[in-house]
């Protein structure tokens, strides 16, 4: 193999480690993405749990003062 052929193949090698670790960022990145996504489903959920726990608490203070069981 001639130096010239040798230095060719470097070249590919680093190409392809390039290529490689390009792919690899390119999946950390959509793993990250995805994430952040469940992330958000899941605080959004819990908002609407604890808007819906504070309604009912609500509604439940207004029925103890309207019965008279609750003074201020």
Same mark, same amino acid.
């Given at each position: 193999? &001639?130096?010239?052929? !040798?230095? #060719? $193949? !470097?070249?590919? +090698?680093?190409?392809?480690? @390039?290529?490689?670790?390009?792919?690899?960022? /390119? /999946?950390?990145? $959509?793993? +990250?993405? =995805?994430?952040?996504? @469940?992330? *958000?489903?899941?605080? $959004? !959920?819990?908002?609407?749990? @604890?808007?819906?726990?504070?309604?009912?608490?609500?509604? #439940? !203070?207004?029925? =103890? *003062? /309207? &019965?008279? %069981?609750? %003074?201020?």
């Amino acid at each position: 193999m &001639s130096e010239n052929e !040798k230095q #060719i $193949a !470097k070249l590919a +090698l680093l190409g392809e480690s @390039i290529g490689l670790f390009g792919q690899a960022i /390119t /999946t950390l990145a $959509a793993y +990250l993405a =995805l994430e952040e996504e @469940i992330e *958000e489903d899941q605080l $959004a !959920k819990m908002q609407e749990q @604890i808007d819906y726990v504070l309604k009912e608490l609500i509604q #439940i !203070k207004m029925n =103890l *003062e /309207t &019965s008279g %069981h609750l %003074h201020r």
